[in-house]
């Protein structure tokens, strides 16, 4: 069926370290991926998307790759910040799923200064 | 203001009393969804509505009910709150023109029920 993994958390990261945050998806056809981020006491904002293979989303120094190959869409940033703490959220929307966002279960980012 | 409101923004309640949950939009979306949030379980979906006259159920409705009023209004109602629906629940949007486009949230209802 539908489903989503993403690395599990917490991540812990120094100011100016290199985030990789690993999704990986299962679903029928090609669906569209998603990042979210939440920030604290905040709901879900849309960080970046890619509708199909081979697409690169990319959005305030964040960067995914639409692999369909590997199903994956694995989160990158160069350089984080104290700023970029938060919970990622990795989703797909497909043609099979009417409408609805299957997510992962978040990972959560801790960026120390 | 907000495009996605959801009110309350906080509630704590005890067991067995009725709650409801209100969300409103002002995007002109065709589509709204419910979602609750548990940590370490990610978002998952409780009702979803394709337009007034279109109510689905998602993948954990039980205990839960939705009204869709009009377009723009999507209330969540627990009519017998029990502990384990204490959590963060989010409304959605999105339009169904582009259906390849994301959702858009609310910034959430936190929910206790003692």
């Known amino acids: 069926g539908n489903s989503v993994t993403q690395m599990e958390g917490p991540v812990t990261l120094s100011e100016e370290a290199f985030l990789t945050i690993n999704c990986t998806y299962t679903a029928t056809g090609y669906p569209s991926l998603f990042w979210y981020v939440q920030y604290p006491g905040e709901g879900l904002q849309l960080l970046l998307k890619a509708t199909k293979a081979d697409d690169k989303g990319s959005n305030k120094g964040f960067e995914a790759t639409y692999r369909k190959e590997t199903t994956s869409f694995h989160l990158e940033k160069g350089s984080v910040q104290v700023s970029d703490s938060a919970v990622y959220f990795c989703?797909?929307?497909?043609?099979?799923?009417?409408?609805?966002?299957?997510f992962g279960r978040g990972t959560q980012l801790t960026v120390w200064p | 203001d907000a495009d996605v409101t959801q009110t309350p923004r906080n509630r704590i309640t005890k067991t067995g009393k009725r709650i409801m949950l209100e969300c409103s939009q002002t995007k002109g979306h065709d589509r709204m969804y419910w979602y609750r949030q548990d940590p370490g379980l990610g978002l998952r979906l409780i009702y979803y509505s394709f337009d007034v006259k279109d109510i689905n159920k998602g993948e954990i409705s039980d205990g839960y009910s939705v009204s869709r009023q009009a377009q723009a209004k999507f209330s969540l109602s627990l009519e017998s709150a029990i502990p384990n629906q204490t959590a963060l629940y989010f409304c959605a949007t999105s339009d169904r023109a582009e259906s390849n486009q994301p959702q858009h949230f609310g910034d959430g209802t936190r929910l206790s029920i003692l």
């Open positions: 989703a797909f929307l497909g043609s099979s799923t009417l409408g609805r966002l299957y």
